[in-house]
């Protein structure tokens, strides 16, 4: 049988194809980020492999999930896990559309044909589709103390000028660096905290 990855790629083409078509790359990945968070829940996952319930009713559950939880006005955890991973400062002013018609027929398609349990390698891959596209890339950036917006601004613009490419940053505080940050992208990583700096001292020193 085939792999999950393998499985996926069709799904995610055919997703990506009708999403850039129709201007809609954005909506379609925020949703399928937020449903592979969901799916990745080994309770919610269990919940659709059981044959009892009917395939409406497993993509109806997703969708109204994400309707409630981050289309709706109000704060959620899951509104604020999608800012955040889009690089966003969620000062509660963002907004993101409900399940479009065509993106909710899409749901109910994996459910029938039983492959809503493939929604993250989907998102993986919709994401690989979008970055070849858009020449974007996603920088993940660690910080001792959260950045400040001058900070990511910064960030953003002089990575988008080195890597010659549009880049979403991603933002994760950890306190254990002291200072400076380390910056992801792909296979390259670069270490200019206060934490990096002292263990290369420390190497030098012992070599």
Known sequence: MADLSTL????????????????????????????????????FLNWLEN?????????????????????SDDDSA??????????????????YPAVSPALNNFVKQLAEQERLALLPEVYEHYRRHKAVSLKQLDA???????LTDA????????????????VVIHETVDPSLLAGATIKVGDKIIDDSMRGKLQQLKTQLTA
């Open 151 to 166: 900070q990511r601004e910064m960030f953003q613009t002089r990575l988008a000028a080195s890597l010659n490419a549009s």
């Open 51 to 71: 044959p009892a319930v009917t395939a409406e009713h497993k993509s109806a559950a997703l969708v109204d999930l994400y309707d409630s939880q981050v289309a």
């Open 78 to 95: 899951f509104k604020q896990l999608l800012a955040n991973h889009n690089g966003a400062h969620n000062d509660g002013t963002i907004s």
């Open 8 to 43: 996926a790629r069709p799904y995610a083409r055919a997703a990506f194809d009708y999403a850039n078509e129709n201007g809609a790359v954005n909506e379609w990945e925020n949703f399928l980020f937020i449903a592979s968070q969901i799916v990745n829940d080994k309770a």
């Open 140 to 146: 993940y950036v660690t910080t001792a103390y959260p």
